[in-house]
């Protein structure tokens, strides 16, 4: 099998220097261990993830191994949507949430093993405001807090220090008047965040959208009306427990496609990486258009 490996030295690493020497080693001699070898490649920088896959699939490539976060994982397999080139994941972000959707192990050498012996199966891609994304995409709070943790310096992420911002901004976060329509049917409301779920969760096990399915054909749209803190906060625990239509004052809809409003900018954000919109947002889907080795 014709292989390349891409690896974030950044991605989960905290201060370590050494990681990403460490990542490439470990990628040698498991590859080696299972009679496989790869181009390993080290990310300098944004864009580099996806040159390097676009690079790959150009070539024919069969299969793209990437090491790293959820942002790593969306930069490359952008390149290679559409293409019969697979992509392989060994997660290592904060988030990890087309991983844990694909159930992919955390150790770095299962992982490794799971892309070399699985079965490639082809899973939706969701575009929102033209950008691609595999897990989760969304709007208001959610991109709002990503904007901040990815305003963090290395070594400065995480599990607690997402949670820490979240508590701190959903004390003060003003929800947002939104027009939407959804497969056509239109709602206008004040919402806390509008979400479209390609996977179950966020990442960390927030489950926003438990019944979502990498390979229905189909976007599940999850609303959140804005309430008070207290309520915010007391409604969150179904994140955790994977029962978020339990709680009140909550849509959640499968769709194809969906168009998002607002007088204000439009904070999105696709598998975590945060964005602004001056324009409204379009939503679609391409039901199995990335192949994916698991």
């Not at 955390?106 to 082809?122: M, N, Q």
């Not at 919402?191 to 489950?207: D, H, K, S, W, Y």
Request: proline share 5%; glycine share 12%; aromatic share 6%.
């Amino acid at each position: 099998m014709d292989i390349v490996a891409i690896v974030n030295p950044i991605s989960g690493a905290g201060m370590d220097p050494a990681v990403a020497g460490r990542r490439v080693e470990t990628l040698h001699r498991e590859l080696r261990c299972r009679g496989a070898h790869a181009d390993v490649h080290v990310t300098r920088g944004p864009g580099d993830a996806a040159a390097l896959a676009r690079a790959a699939r150009d070539r024919g490539v069969q299969l793209v191994l990437v090491w790293g976060g959820d942002g790593t994982v969306n930069e490359a397999g952008g390149a290679l949507v559409g293409s019969d080139t697979a992509l392989g994941l060994i997660p290592a972000g904060s988030g990890n949430g087309l991983a844990a959707a694909l159930a992919i192990p955390r150790r770095p050498d299962a992982a490794i093993e799971a892309a070399l012996s699985g079965r490639t199966r082809a899973i939706d891609v969701g575009f929102i405001g033209g950008r691609p994304f595999f897990n989760v995409a969304g709007v208001g709070f959610d991109a709002h807090v990503a904007r901040l943790f990815n305003a963090r310096a290395r070594g400065s992420r995480g599990r607690w220090p997402y949670v820490a911002i979240g508590v701190r901004e959903g004390c003060s976060y003003r929800g947002r008047r939104y027009a939407l329509q959804l497969d056509g049917t239109a709602y206008t409301l004040c919402a806390l965040l509008i979400v479209f779920a390609n996977g179950r969760e966020f990442g960390m096990g927030a489950r926003i959208a438990p019944a979502a399915d990498l390979q229905d054909g189909l976007l599940d749209a999850v609303i959140v009306e804005d309430r008070s803190v207290p309520r915010r906060f007391w409604d969150s625990r179904h994140l955790a427990l994977g029962t978020i239509a339990r709680a009140p004052r909550i849509t959640t809809r499968p769709v194809r496609s969906a168009r998002v409003e607002s007088s204000e900018p439009l904070e999105f954000h696709v598998d975590g990486e945060p964005a602004i919109s001056q324009e409204p947002l379009e939503v679609s889907l391409r039901p199995g258009a990335l192949r994916v080795q698991r």
